[in-house]
Structures are given as structure tokens and as C-alpha cells.
């Protein structure tokens, strides 16, 4: 199991941090750094900030969002990144959800997710494999625009391939998901899969929708990771995650986070959770995230029991450990742990 060191994406502002803490596990023989975005900043401007202040770590978003931009353009994205850290480039993508794709980038949701994320890869795919120009009469991507489901265009657009030779054809795609049939698709159409939350006592949530994963598949969750000597305050920031996704990423209605945890068992907590956030008890929406499930997805806690922990994450699935930690001295205890 190769571990990642998981940036995610700014709060108020940059974190002065970052490219330390990047150069930190780069040292320590991490294997890959991954930045994200949410509704702030953006996945790749970081990503090539890092990229320029290290030079063998692997570069990898996890995960940017599709809506944010047209497939050729996150094609572009990653063909030109992956030149400039010469060929370390994994290039993560999340569908998102509706209450962020419409409300922050101002664009419908797809009625078929499935169909929408598929069409998306495919255009990347012929992009960076530049075998010929990019065409596609997709139902959500086409590739010349047609017009069929959307403003009329001109009719003068022409397939074209993209000036720039991608430096490798092949450069590894990942799928943030987490719905069954968009995991189970994932295996099938990408090089990886990145899932929000990885409990390594409940596999058997996602063994159904792995079974035709090839051989290389990368599964690559991210888990906080902290040692201290007081698990419960570890567990604080894990807590604040899982309230905010839980309670806050979503609509009452439609909540894939919410969704997530309810089939790994903690149906009726995600509701108490969602109904405290969204009625503006968020402290308390905190509180009522089972500090179980908190501890489950993280690493927390003095040394002994994070190596005890570990065992468990190595014993499955799981190729990339991509870990959230705050500190250097956490970075170097599970590098310890994991050799």
C-alpha cells in the first residue's frame, strides 16, 4: 500500500504550509500529493505551484470538478501539467452534486450521471491519446458542438486534435464516486477510484461494485491522520468534516455524502446530523456524528493503535492510503509504519 499525502482545497486563504508539508513527505518517499477544490480555489493552480517546488512525488487531484470546466479543457489541463513535472501527473475528477454544480458554477445537474461522467472520460481519453480529432455525439459532451440540446451554435465548428502531443497517452484517470452503479462504472471506464469515506472493517460495501476492477486498479481513499494521546479531540476534525459533508454538501433531499454513510450503517445518525445542520445547530450537528463511524474512515490516536489500525487499511483493497495530516511528525510515523 503506497501512501499520498491529501492537501484538499483552501479555506480562507492559501495555507503557508503546504509545499512544506509536500517536500516533507517527497522526502519521506510518499508516492503522491493530491490538492482539491470545492467552491474557492482551484484544483490545478496548486497542484503546478507544488509541482515546481518538488521532483518525484506524483501530482494528482482529488478531486477536480467536472462541472467546472468542458472535458477538452481539463484534457488541457492535464497535458500540460503532466509536461511540466515531467510525466507525474494523475488527473482525479468528481461529478460533485446538485446544490454545488447549479448553485456555484451555474449549470443543471445531469439527469444521468452515469452518462454525463462516461462521455466526460471518453473526450479526455481521445484528447491526450491524440490518435485523431476529438469526436463524440454524446448526450451531454459533442464534440463538434451540435446544438441538439442546448443553444443553437453556428454549425461551423470542425473536429479538431489538440496541437500540443500529450507526453503520455495513457496518463492515469481517477473517479471520485459514490453510489454503487457510478463505482462499478468507475472500474470500468477509469484507471482508479477515489472514495470520500473507506472503512476497512466494511469492505463489503463496495466488494460488489469492484468485481470487474482490473488488475492495477488503484483504490485510493483519503483518511485523516493524527497522532496524539486524546482520540476524542483527534477525532474533532473528522467530526467537523462529516458534519459539514454530511449536513451541509448537499440539498435535504439529495445528499450522496448523507447516502454514503447510511449504507456503511449509519442511516439514521446521517439524518440527526442533517437535520441539526440544516436548522442552524451546526455545533450540535457536530456533536452527533458517531464518533464510531469518525473513527472508522481516520487514523487517530497514539502510535501503537495507529499501527494496530493500519494493519487493517493494508489487509484490503486499498493500493493508495492518501492521508490528511497536520502535521510532519504524523507524515513520518505512518512512513515508519508502512515500510
Known sequence: MRLGLALGYWGRGPDPGHVELAQEAERLGYDSVWTAEAWGSDAFTTLTWIAAHTSRIRLGT??????????????????????????????????????????????????????????????????????????????FHSHPYSGTDGPAGTGLGKPLRSITHPLRA??????????????????????GWLPLYWSPVRTEVYEASLTEAPKGFMVAPMARAQVCDDVAEGLLPVKAMLGFYIGG??????????????RMGFGDEARRVQELFLAGRRAEAVDAVPDAFADEISLVGPRSRIAERLELWRAGPVTDLLVTAPDPATLRVLAELNS
Not at 170 to 191: F, V
Not at 249 to 262: P, T, V
Open 62 to 139: 482529488a478531486v477536480a470538478q467536472m462541472a467546472a470546466r468542458t472535458p477538452t479543457a481539463t484534457a488541457m489541463h492535464a497535458l500540460t501539467l503532466d509536461h511540466l513535472s515531467g510525466g507525474r501527473m494523475m488527473l482525479g475528477l468528481g461529478l460533485s452534486g446538485p446544490q454545488v454544480v447549479e448553485g456555484w458554477y451555474g449549470r443543471p445537474f445531469p439527469k444521468s450521471p452515469l452518462t454525463a461522467t462516461r462521455e466526460y472520460v471518453d473526450v479526455i481519453r481521445q484528447a491526450l491519446r491524440r490518435e485523431g480529432p476529438v469526436e463524440l455525439a454524446g448526450r
Open 170 to 191: 495513457e496518463l492515469p484517470i481517477l473517479l471520485g464516486a459514490e453510489g454503487p452503479k457510478n463505482i462499478a462504472q468507475t472500474s470500468r471506464i477509469a484507471d
Open 249 to 262: 454538501m448537499g440539498h435535504a433531499a439529495r445528499n450522496f455524502h448523507a447516502d454514503l454513510m447510511a
